[in-house]
C-alpha cells in the first residue's frame, strides 16, 4: 500500500543473525536477474517455524535497500526472505531482524486492517506485462492483508480477497513470518512451461519513520514500480488445476421498521434464505463468478457522512463481495462502473480473463428496483424507478505493448420504461519512464418513457434536472485527455474533461453533465537525507477552470499546498484555495448560465496535519477557515471546520477508532448553520479469527432558520443515532459467521428526543467448498 511519507535516521545496530545452511543461495540487489526459484515436491507447514530440513534448499535474497521514503540507502536492519514452490503452492519465509525487538509494532487485527504495524510483503507480476500487480502483506502475528496495484489507474485495492496462508511469531532477534500462496488463486498461463514472473519482497519498518525495505532498488525517477520488479524464473510445468469453488450461504434476519410521520408501531419483516456463489476457473486464464439469491446488505456499517450544504450527491464505496471480484478488470481512466447503483439482485454473473496481450471482463446483475444520477453542471440528485432492471458492462483491454494499451468498455441500464446505454473507446501511452498520456472518448444513448420526464419535471428533484428532464431521450459524447510527467523532483498534469449536454452515464458515479474542465497542476519535491529531521517537503499546486459547453464560466480554482514529512512519522500540510464559483441560477426556468448565476469568491486556508505520538496512538486533523458559499441562501458566509482523528491501540487485541466531523456557516457573528458528526468504532480481536465490534454513529445539525431564506425547507433541530454491534468469525475470506444487532433514530422539529425507527438482528454464513 502507499506509506505516509516518513523520517529520521535509525542508529545501525548489529545482533548476532541465526545460522542458515550454506546450501541455501543467497543474492543481493546487485544480482537479481535471472533468479531460479527452487522446487519441492512436499508441502510445508505453515507454522513461522522454519527449521525443517526444505527450507535449506530454497532460494534466500537479502532485503537491504530502503526505497522509501528514501531512493536506495542502506537498510538500518536485517532482512532475509526464502522462497521455493512445489508446483502447487508458492512457499515465502522471513527473517526479519531487528535491534529493540520490543519496539516490533504488532496487533491482532481483521483482514486488511494491519497498515501501521511492521509488515513484510510479497508482491507478484505473474504475466510480466507491468500491468498489475498481487500484493500480500503479513504482519509478525501472521495478520493478512491482500491488495492488487493497477499501473492502469494507478490505484491500490484492499478489497481483493483470496485463500493464502500464513503464520508470524516474534522471536528474540526479531520475527519470523511464514506463507503459503496456492498458485489457483492467481492468474497466469500455465501453458508456459516456465514461469517467469516479475517479484518483489519488502519489509515495512515503521518507527521514527515509516522506511520501506525491498531486495530491489527502485528508479525514482521512474513513475511506474510495478515495472522495474526483476523476474523470478521457476514453477516449471505449474497448472491452476480445477479451480472450482461453492460457497452456500445462509442468512436470516428480522427488521421493524416505523414511519414517525404517521405512527408509532412497528412494522416486521423477517428473512431467512440460502443462496450460492460459484467460482470456476475456465481456463487457467478465464474466471467465471456466479452468485444466486444473494445476501446483499451490507454487513459492516458505513462511515458516517456529513449531507450539508452540499449540492451533489455523496459517494459511498463498495463493500459486497461479487461486485469487488475481479473489480480491476473494468477500471478505465474515466470510472463507468460504480456498482453501489445495484441494491437489491437476485442473481449475478461476471466473467473475467486474460489470454496473451489480451484481457476482457464482463457481469450482468438484475435490480428489485432501480436508483440513478440525475447530473447537471450546478447539482445532482438521485432518481429511483420502481422497475425491475437488468444492468450490465463488458471491458476489453489489449496491451500492444509494456508502453501502450487500447481498451473498449459498455455499460448497460435497462427496465421496461428506461435505458441506459455507454459505449467507450481508451488509450494509454507511456512516452518515456515519467510521462504518460491517457485518453478516453464515450458516448451514451438514453431512452425514457414519458410518464417518468413528467415526475422529473414536477418531482422535488431540483430545478434544474427537471429542465434536463425535457432532452433525456437523446445520445452525446463526452471524453477525457490526461498527460502527467512524474520523476522524483518534479509532476507536471495537464487534463481536459468535455461531457456532453445530454451525456449519461447512469452505471458510473457521475455527478456532472454539460461540463468542460481545465486542469493545469504541478509541483516540486526535495528529498531529505537519512540524517535530517524532514524526509520529504513538497510545493504543488493547480489551476483549473470549468464552464458549460457554451463556454459560460462555472468555477475557476487556484490552489497552492505547502507539505513535510518529518519525525513521530508526521505530515503536515497547510494550503490555500482561492476559487470563484457559482451557486445557482437567477432564473431557474432557463439553463441558461451567462448573466443568470449568483457567482462569489470563496477564500479558503486549509491545513491537514497527522503524527504518530506513541507506536500505539496516531492523531490526525484537517482544518478549514475562511469564505464559502452557503448554497440554501445564495450568499457568502464565514465558514468553518475542523475533522480530528484519533485511533488508540490500547492492547495487541482492543482498538479504538474516533472521527469527529465539526462545521458552522456563520454571517455577521451569527451562526446559521452548525453540524457535528461523530462516527466511533471499539473492536475486540479474540484472535486472528475473530472479533467484536461496536459502531456508533451520531450525528447533531442545528440551524437559525430566522436567517434562512426558505425557513420551511429545513428542520431547526435534526439529530440522528446509529448503532452496531457485529460479531465475525473468518475461516478465510469465504468461509465466515456473521450475527449482529443494529438500530437507528432520529430528531427533528416535531420530536422531542432521538426516537427509533428502525432495528435489526441479522445472522450470516457461508462455507467454501474448494476443488
Known amino acids: 500500500m502507499k506509506i505516509r511519507i516518513k523520517s529520521i535516521l535509525f542508529s545501525l545496530l548489529t545482533l548476532p543473525f541465526m545460522a542458515i545452511s550454506s546450501e541455501i543461495i543467497t543474492t543481493n540487489t546487485t544480482h537479481l536477474s535471472n533468479l531460479?526459484?527452487?522446487?519441492?515436491?512436499?508441502?510445508?507447514?505453515?507454522?513461522?517455524?522454519?527449521?525443517?530440513?526444505?527450507?535449506?534448499?530454497?532460494?534466500?535474497?537479502?532485503?537491504?535497500?530502503?526505497?522509501?521514503?528514501?531512493?536506495?540507502?542502506?537498510?538500518?536492519?536485517?532482512?532475509?526472505?526464502?522462497?521455493?514452490?512445489?508446483?502447487?503452492?508458492?512457499?515465502?519465509?522471513?527473517?526479519?531482524f531487528d535491534p529493540k525487538p520490543h519496539e516490533i509494532r504488532a496487533r491482532l487485527t481483521d483482514r486488511d486492517k494491519n497498515w501501521g504495524d511492521d509488515r513484510v510483503a510479497i508482491k507478484i507480476d505473474t504475466y510480466n506485462d507491468h500491468a498489475l500487480a498481487y500484493q500480500f502483506f503479513i504482519n509478525p502475528l501472521g495478520t493478512q492483508s491482500d491488495v492488487l496495484e493497477n499501473e492502469l489507474?494507478?490505484?491500490?485495492?484492499?478489497?481483493?480477497?483470496?485463500?493464502?496462508?500464513?503464520?508470524?511469531?516474534?522471536?528474540?532477534?526479531?520475527?519470523?513470518?511464514?506463507?503459503?500462496?496456492?498458485?489457483?488463486?492467481?492468474?497466469?498461463?500455465?501453458?508456459?512451461?516456465?514461469?517467469?514472473?516479475?517479484?518483489?519482497?519488502?519489509?515495512?519498518?515503521?518507527?521514527?519513520?515509516?522506511?520501506?525495505?525491498?531486495?530491489?532498488?527502485?528508479?525514482?525517477?521512474?513513475s511506474c514500480f510495478i515495472c522495474q520488479m526483476p523476474t523470478l524464473q521457476g514453477f516449471k510445468g505449474a497448472k491452476q488445476g480445477k479451480n472450482l469453488s461453492f460457497v452456500p450461504t445462509f442468512v436470516s434476519g428480522s427488521s421493524e421498521y416505523r414511519d414517525l410521520s404517521e405512527t408509532n408501531d412497528w412494522?416486521?419483516?423477517?428473512?431467512?434464505?440460502?443462496?450460492?456463489?460459484?467460482k470456476w476457473g475456465i481456463t487457467p486464464d478465464t474466471t467465471l463468478n456466479a452468485t444466486f439469491n444473494p445476501d446483499f446488505s451490507q454487513v459492516e456499517a458505513d462511515s458516517g457522512q456529513l449531507n450539508v450544504n452540499n449540492t451533489f450527491a455523496l459517494f459511498t464505496p463498495e463493500k459486497r463481495s461479487f461486485f469487488l471480484a475481479n473489480e480491476d478488470a473494468?477500471?478505465?481512466?474515466?470510472?463507468?462502473?460504480?456498482?453501489?447503483?445495484?441494491?437489491?439482485?437476485?442473481?449475478?454473473?461476471?466473467?473475467?480473463?486474460?489470454?496473451?496481450?489480451?484481457?476482457?471482463?464482463?457481469?450482468?446483475?438484475?435490480?428489485?428496483?432501480?436508483?440513478?444520477?440525475?447530473?447537471?453542471?450546478?447539482?445532482?440528485?438521485?432518481?429511483?424507478?420502481?422497475?425491475?432492471?437488468?444492468?450490465?458492462?463488458?471491458?476489453?483491454?489489449?496491451?500492444?505493448?509494456?508502453?501502450?494499451?487500447?481498451?473498449?468498455?459498455?455499460?448497460?441500464?435497462?427496465?421496461?420504461?428506461?435505458?441506459?446505454?455507454?459505449?467507450?473507446?481508451?488509450?494509454?501511452?507511456?512516452?518515456?519512464?515519467?510521462?504518460?498520456?491517457?485518453?478516453?472518448?464515450?458516448?451514451?444513448?438514453?431512452?425514457?418513457?414519458?410518464?417518468?420526464?413528467?415526475?422529473?419535471?414536477?418531482?422535488?428533484?431540483?430545478?434544474e434536472q427537471a429542465l434536463r428532464a425535457e432532452t433525456l431521450n437523446n445520445s452525446d459524447t463526452s471524453y477525457e485527455i490526461d498527460y502527467r510527467h512524474e520523476n522524483k523532483d518534479w509532476f507536471v498534469r495537464l487534463t481536459r474533461q468535455d461531457i456532453g449536454k445530454d451525456f449519461r452515464a447512469d452505471l458510473?458515479?457521475?455527478?456532472?453533465?454539460?461540463?468542460i474542465k481545465n486542469i493545469v497542476g504541478g509541483g516540486y519535491n526535495w528529498h531529505g537525507n537519512t540524517d535530517d529531521w524532514w524526509s520529504r517537503i513538497q510545493v504543488n499546486g493547480d489551476w483549473d477552470i470549468s464552464t458549460n459547453q457554451d463556454g459560460d464560466k462555472i468555477e475557476e480554482e487556484f490552489e497552492i499546498y505547502f507539505s513535510v514529512n518529518g519525525p513521530k512519522q508526521s505530515y503536515v500540510r497547510p494550503g490555500i484555495?482561492?476559487?470563484?464559483?457559482?451557486?445557482?441560477?437567477?432564473?431557474?426556468?432557463?439553463?441558461?448560465?451567462?448573466?443568470?448565476?449568483?457567482?462569489?469568491?470563496?477564500?479558503?486556508?486549509?491545513?491537514?496535519?497527522?503524527?504518530?505520538?506513541?507506536?500505539?496512538?496516531?492523531?490526525?486533523?484537517?482544518?478549514?477557515?475562511?469564505?464559502?458559499?452557503?448554497?440554501?441562501?445564495?450568499?457568502?458566509?464565514d465558514s468553518f471546520s475542523m475533522e480530528p482523528g484519533f485511533n488508540w491501540n490500547?492492547?495487541?487485541?482492543?482498538?479504538?477508532?474516533?472521527?469527529?466531523?465539526?462545521?458552522?456557516?456563520?454571517?455577521?457573528?451569527?451562526?446559521?448553520?452548525?453540524?457535528?458528526?461523530?462516527?466511533?468504532?471499539?473492536?475486540?480481536?479474540?484472535?486472528?479469527?475473530?472479533?467484536?465490534?461496536?459502531?456508533?454513529?451520531?450525528?447533531?445539525?442545528?440551524?437559525?432558520?430566522?436567517?434562512?431564506?426558505?425557513?420551511?425547507?429545513?428542520?431547526?433541530?435534526?439529530?440522528?443515532?446509529?448503532?452496531?454491534?457485529?460479531?465475525?468469525?473468518?475461516?478465510?475470506?469465504?468461509?465466515?459467521?456473521?450475527?449482529?444487532?443494529s438500530d437507528g433514530g432520529y430528531q427533528d422539529d416535531a420530536l422531542e428526543d432521538i426516537t427509533k425507527d428502525s432495528r435489526s438482528v441479522f445472522l450470516k454464513m457461508s462455507y467454501a467448498w474448494l476443488r
Open 267 to 278: 412494522d416486521t419483516e423477517t428473512n431467512t434464505d440460502v443462496g450460492l456463489d460459484i
Open 36 to 96: 531460479q526459484v527452487p522446487k519441492t515436491d512436499k508441502k510445508i507447514k505453515v507454522d513461522a517455524h522454519i527449521d525443517e530440513a526444505i527450507w535449506q534448499k530454497a532460494l534466500k535474497i537479502e532485503l537491504n535497500n530502503v526505497t522509501w521514503p528514501y531512493e536506495n540507502t542502506r537498510a538500518p536492519v536485517k532482512t532475509e526472505a526464502y522462497v521455493i514452490e512445489n508446483g502447487d503452492t508458492l512457499y515465502v519465509a522471513f527473517k526479519a
Open 577 to 637: 484555495v482561492i476559487r470563484e464559483n457559482t451557486s445557482s441560477r437567477i432564473d431557474t426556468s432557463v439553463l441558461s448560465l451567462k448573466d443568470n448565476t449568483y457567482v462569489f469568491d470563496e477564500k479558503m486556508f486549509t491545513f491537514w496535519g497527522e503524527f504518530q505520538a506513541t507506536a500505539d496512538i496516531w492523531f490526525g486533523n484537517y482544518f478549514e477557515t475562511g469564505k464559502r458559499i452557503d448554497y440554501a441562501n445564495n450568499q457568502l458566509v
Open 330 to 463: 473494468f477500471s478505465t481512466p474515466v470510472d463507468l462502473i460504480y456498482t453501489r447503483n445495484i441494491n437489491n439482485p437476485d442473481f449475478g454473473a461476471k466473467l473475467a480473463g486474460k489470454v496473451d496481450q489480451h484481457s476482457f471482463a464482463g457481469f450482468i446483475a438484475n435490480d428489485k428496483s432501480t436508483t440513478f444520477i440525475l447530473p447537471g453542471n450546478l447539482g445532482s440528485s438521485l432518481y429511483e424507478l420502481d422497475e425491475e432492471s437488468t444492468n450490465g458492462a463488458f471491458r476489453y483491454r489489449y496491451a500492444v505493448d509494456k508502453e501502450t494499451l487500447i481498451g473498449a468498455t459498455s455499460t448497460l441500464r435497462n427496465s421496461d420504461s428506461y435505458s441506459n446505454i455507454i459505449t467507450s473507446i481508451d488509450g494509454k501511452y507511456k512516452l518515456t519512464d515519467s510521462d504518460t498520456f491517457n485518453v478516453q472518448i464515450m458516448n451514451s444513448t438514453t431512452d425514457i418513457d414519458s410518464y417518468i420526464i413528467d415526475d422529473m419535471k414536477t418531482g422535488d428533484y431540483g430545478d
Open 508 to 515: 458510473a458515479f457521475f455527478n456532472n453533465t454539460d461540463y
Open 650 to 741: 490500547i492492547n495487541t487485541r482492543t482498538q479504538s477508532n474516533l472521527t469527529f466531523n465539526y462545521r458552522t456557516l456563520s454571517k455577521g457573528g451569527s451562526n446559521l448553520l452548525v453540524a457535528k458528526l461523530t462516527d466511533y468504532r471499539l473492536s475486540y480481536q479474540f484472535s486472528i479469527r475473530s472479533f467484536l465490534r461496536l459502531s456508533i454513529v451520531y450525528a447533531d445539525i442545528s440551524r437559525n432558520l430566522d436567517l434562512y431564506n426558505n425557513p420551511d425547507d429545513y428542520n431547526a433541530t435534526y439529530k440522528s443515532l446509529s448503532t452496531q454491534l457485529l460479531y465475525s468469525y473468518k475461516v478465510n475470506p469465504q468461509t465466515l459467521f456473521f450475527v449482529g444487532y
Open 153 to 222: 489507474t494507478k490505484s491500490e485495492s484492499s478489497s481483493w480477497d483470496v485463500i493464502w496462508d500464513s503464520a508470524g511469531r516474534i522471536t528474540k532477534f526479531g520475527y519470523i513470518v511464514e506463507v503459503a500462496i496456492p498458485l489457483r488463486t492467481l492468474n497466469f498461463n500455465d501453458q508456459l512451461d516456465i514461469q517467469q514472473w516479475g517479484m518483489e519482497f519488502v519489509r515495512f519498518y515503521p518507527r521514527d519513520t515509516q522506511l520501506r525495505i525491498s531486495h530491489m532498488e527502485i528508479d525514482h525517477d521512474n
